[in-house]
């Protein structure tokens, strides 16, 4: 049963760990969200809410992917996690060491037992994987490293279209353990805390500020293997998938796809099966779910013409797909997820 520990102060300590090849914006991006959520609340006269820290097996420079170095403020034996409020563990290139290294998921395990919120961004995932944090859990991690995921953790519920997991309400995810999607998901996810930590407000001013979306329509989805040709998969194949997305109210038969493909609709089932690792049918329903979602999450649209728009035809088809894939209906999922209750203030920033 996942613990409900308070924050120790009114000010939240943000501590991200850091190691060598580590993806320096899965650092700095969450990061910056909470430092910039300390600006606006100041401008608004109140408190800062959060205090940020890096550490690492040492204190002192780490070597990022991109060659520039963080500064650890402190080595990881010193941090006195009693005082953490957050704990976020970031990916890269250096990310398959740190997960085979026994006393750093140690660590992390009893951090679980002692911090509130215990995060992971991009394949910083598998270190909370490999420490069986995520067991039992609904789980993402960068599209690219979902299916390796997958094989060697079968006991996380892995989502694959979702930019996070956190959920304070446990309801959609998790309040305790959570995990974030590829790179910049890191900013989706810590823009969700600040707006539970502080307030819708102050989620959507520092939004604005960093000109981004509060909540980013639809999920990883649109970057993933789901919608970019497979490695392996043939030209003929690649193509099809590259068309797919901005065609989802063509006719989507497997008569048809097979047709756009150059094959015989058994040679096109047996080789998209094969490449994709699902059918083509699901694979479409997949594709169509993702573009409901970034529609309803966008604001004020109705059930109706999402469904038409998004090639399910009748509103019940995609109700009956949703429950499938998320198990919840599109008419709740705009309730919980969608923009239309922000008095009109529109989250799309250019």
Not at 27 to 43: D, H, K, Y
Not at 86 to 115: C, H, K, M, Y
């Amino acid at each position: 049963m996942p613990i409900t520990v308070s924050s120790p102060t009114s000010v939240r300590l943000i501590a991200c760990y850091a190691f060598d090849n580590v993806m320096s914006l899965d650092i700095t991006g969450p990061l910056q969200v909470f430092a910039s959520a300390n600006v606006e609340l100041m401008r608004q006269g109140q408190a800062a809410a959060y205090e940020i820290m890096v550490f690492a097996e040492q204190s002192g420079p780490v070597q990022t992917s991109a060659g520039i170095r963080l500064h650890a403020d402190m080595a990881r034996r010193d941090v006195d996690l009693d005082v953490v409020d957050t704990v976020l563990v970031p990916g890269g290139d250096g990310i398959d060491r740190v997960r085979r290294n026994v006393d750093v998921l140690s660590w992390f395990q009893s951090a679980a037992e002692l911090v509130p919120r215990v995060g992971s961004v991009c394949s910083g995932a598998l270190v909370l994987a490999a420490a069986g944090m995520l067991d039992g859990k609904v789980a993402t991690t960068h599209w690219s490293r979902c299916d390796e995921m997958r094989t060697a953790y079968p006991r996380i519920g892995l989502v694959e279209n979702r930019l996070h997991t956190y959920d304070p309400t446990g309801l959609d995810g998790d309040a305790h353990i959570f995990t974030s999607a590829g790179v910049t998901a890191g900013i989706d996810l810590a823009l969700a805390l600040v707006e539970h930590d502080c307030s819708r407000s102050i989620a959507l001013a520092v939004a604005r500020r960093l000109v981004m979306f509060l909540k980013r329509p639809g999920g990883q989805a649109q970057f993933s293997a789901y919608l970019t040709p497979a490695i392996g998969a043939s030209a003929q194949l690649a193509g099809l998938l590259e068309w797919l997305p901005a065609n989802l109210q063509a006719d989507l038969s497997l008569d048809a796809m097979a047709q756009r493909a150059g094959m015989s609709p058994r040679t096109f089932s047996r080789v998209f099966t094969r490449d994709m690792g699902l059918t083509p049918a699901r694979y479409v329903e997949r594709v169509r779910v993702e573009a409901a979602r970034g529609l309803l999450q966008a604001g004020d649209i109705s059930i109706n013409r999402v469904a038409r728009l998004c090639g399910f035809g009748h509103p019940e088809t995609m109700r009956r797909a949703f429950h499938r894939h998320l198990s919840i209906s599109p008419q709740d999922y705009a309730e919980r997820f969608g923009m239309a209750d922000f008095d009109g203030i529109s989250t799309v920033l250019v």
